[in-house]
């Protein structure tokens, strides 16, 4: 019989983090919103529009992608241009918008599945869910074995609380499809499906959609 062998989920030694340094070095990369909305309201003519170009594609959206909502009320043309210059987190934020606000999936899952080929973390996540959830258990079981669970969980564990996080005022209406398509990768009954936390390599795509399910009765 099948044994429900748990992976461990603690995070990893202190040598393959990254140092305070590391984390200062590459943020001091980064730029922000501020940035982006200088590169639109620039009157001095100081920023050449190929540095903006640069700043629309590689811009951190954090406020943003906390709660994409927000951009139903605003931040119209900060958005456009992150999208119209490739910025993997602005399709997160309008692809969550489109799918669970505006109820346009197909649009959404275009958005989604630009930022998960360009390797943004919850975006290749959150899509790889939707895609199980849609019946295409191959697409979003590989997309989520980008993610290294096998032997430890602890990175995948991370990625979606902060998937979590940014799905925290959106509302998740649950479809008939979601159930019989978790049916369909119903793992042993050795696996407790009960305790959606402790999972082996047979149990662990479905408790990620149940994990994402749970959302849907949150009320
Ligand atoms: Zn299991």
């Not at 099948?2 to 140092?19: C, E, F, G, L, N």
């Not at 943003?64 to 910025?87: F, H, V």
């Not at 590989?142 to 990625?159: A, E, F, G, I, Q």
């Not at 996080?165 to 398509?181: A, Q």
Request: charged share 30%; net charge positive.
């Amino acid at each position: 019989m099948y044994k429900h062998k748990v992976i461990p989920s603690w995070r990893p030694k202190k040598a393959v983090r990254r140092t305070p340094l590391m984390m200062k070095l590459s943020h001091a990369r980064e730029f922000s919103l501020a940035d982006v909305r200088r590169c639109l309201y620039d009157q001095t003519g100081r920023i050449t529009m190929k540095e903006c170009r640069y700043i629309f594609r590689h811009a951190r959206l954090k406020t943003l992608a906390k709660n994409p909502l927000r951009t139903l009320r605003g931040y119209n043309d900060e958005l456009e241009m992150c999208l119209r210059y490739g910025n993997k987190e602005a399709h997160y934020i309008e692809g969550v918008k489109q799918f669970f606000a505006l109820h346009d999936r197909p649009r959404g899952m275009r958005h989604l599945k630009f930022s998960a080929e360009k390797q943004y973390k919850k975006g290749n996540y959150l899509y790889a869910i939707l895609k199980m959830l849609a019946g295409d258990h191959v697409v979003g079981m590989n997309l989520l074995d980008l993610h290294k669970w096998r032997n430890n969980t602890y990175s995948v564990d991370k990625v979606w609380k902060q998937v979590k996080r940014t799905l925290h005022e959106v509302p998740i209406i649950k479809r008939r499809t979601y159930g019989t398509n978790m049916i369909l990768i119903m793992p042993p009954r050795s696996c407790n499906l009960k305790d959606i936390k402790k999972r082996c390599t047979k149990c662990f795509y479905y408790k990620e959609m149940e994990k994402f399910l749970e959302l849907v009765y949150r009320g």
